[in-house]
């Protein structure tokens, strides 16, 4: 199976995904808001416990976070 992305005012949405349902070989998902994949890692852990780029990186995961959703004004 194959995924395609049909974007439509919101006026017809529900016209479009009823019309999408009437097939039987289609499945219609409603991904309206992007869902965000929460991270698995526990605290304590750090990037250099993988493998990868983050080998010889130090920084723990909270201060990954604590940096990147730190806003400056």
Request: proline share 8%.
């Amino acid at each position: 199976m194959r995924t395609i992305q049909i974007n439509v005012p919101d006026n017809q949405h529900k016209v479009v995904s009823d019309l999408l349902k009437t097939i039987p070989s289609i499945e219609v998902t409603d991904d309206n808001v992007r869902s965000i994949i929460p991270s698995n890692a526990q605290p304590g852990e750090k990037p250099s416990d993988y493998a990868g780029p983050w080998k010889k990186d130090k920084r723990d995961f909270q201060e990954i976070r604590r940096k990147s959703w730190t806003r400056k004004r």
